[in-house]
């Protein structure tokens, strides 16, 4: 059974960090681009960053670009996301996914295929 399993979520005041990790489990990802998605109530599912299989490529939505940095490590089957300077306007829920083939990564929720429970990111002002 494939797993992401999100952990590093919670609440903080603005100007904190926090680093979310995301471990995979059922199957490898080494070869997979993955990302970080996040998600307020009635709101679409949007992108915030996301890094190519081997870590060489990465992207970051503009607001949160110079902030947050996503990373990977392909032998602990892990994607992290640091997040720094943390802002009211971050706090939703965060998900990891994974694409099931390809290690490009993609700008659209739709193109992953495995996604994890989401963890929650609250930052107070």
């Known amino acids: 059974q494939v797993q992401l399993v999100e952990s590093g979520g919670g609440l903080l005041q603005a100007g904190g960090s926090l680093r979310l990790s995301c471990a995979t489990s059922?199957?490898?990802?080494?070869?997979?681009?993955m990302a970080w998605f996040r998600q307020t109530p009635g709101k679409e599912r949007d992108i915030v960053a996301a890094?190519?299989?081997?870590?060489?490529?990465?992207f970051y939505a503009d607001s949160v670009k110079g902030r947050f940095t996503i990373s990977r490590d392909n032998a602990k089957n892990t994607v992290y996301l640091q997040m720094n300077s943390l802002k009211p306007e971050d706090t939703a829920v965060y998900y990891c996914?994974?694409?099931?083939?390809?290690?490009?990564?993609?700008?659209?929720?739709?193109?992953?295929?495995?996604w994890g429970q989401g963890t929650q990111v609250t930052v107070s002002s």
């Open positions: 890094i190519s299989w081997n870590g060489g490529s990465t």
């Open positions: 996914t994974a694409r099931r083939i390809g290690g490009t990564y993609r700008l659209i929720a739709g193109e992953y295929d495995y």
């Open positions: 059922g199957r490898t990802f080494r070869n997979s681009a």
